[in-house]
């Protein structure tokens, strides 16, 4: 059986700074820094001393260190316990582990944008109608109980 092995090509390493937009097709670690967009083709490893500030574009992304801004990663974003992440991420999947910091919001629907909107109207009649429903049977319960307990008594 083959293991899911990432096999990482580039390493901006600790100490090591990038200032402007980062592309890459391959799998990258970053335990430095980088002032821009990051866009990578597979993974995108944020070791804990890493530090990136603009988005990251990749289809999965593991993060130990600090992120100031969004994350678009199709497949699986993971939130390590020394993570920090300020901004929105958009995924399939999510971890955060405990202590990790998260700011932001998540979408984890990316099909949404292509669904029809449901009727707020329909909606609403909805909630009534079933409001209602649930009042009435309420109402007959207390009358069965109410009829029991004078079948009982007389």
Do not use: W
């Not at 260190?65 to 969004?70: I, L, P, T």
């Not at 979408?107 to 909805?126: C, L, R, T």
């Not at 029991?148 to 008594?153: G, L, P």
């Amino acid at each position: 059986m083959k293991k899911n092995v990432t096999q990482i090509t580039t390493i901006i390493g600790v100490g090591a700074e990038c200032n402007g937009d980062f592309k890459s097709d391959t799998s990258i670690r970053i335990d430095g820094v980088v002032n821009g967009n990051v866009t990578v083709a597979n993974t995108v490893i944020v070791g804990a001393s890493g530090v990136i500030t603009g988005d990251i574009n990749a289809q999965m992304v593991v993060i130990g260190g600090e992120v100031y801004g969004n994350l678009n990663v199709p497949e699986k974003v993971e939130l390590t316990s020394t993570a920090r992440v300020l901004g929105d991420i958009t995924t399939n999947g999510l971890v955060i582990d405990e202590k990790a910091i998260f700011q932001g919001s998540c979408n984890m629907n990316q099909e949404a944008g292509k669904k029809p909107k449901q009727n707020s109207k329909a909606i609403k009649a909805g909630i009534k109608s079933s409001n209602s429903a649930v009042a009435e049977a309420l109402r007959n319960a207390e009358e069965s109980v109410e009829e029991e307990a004078n079948a009982s008594i007389g």
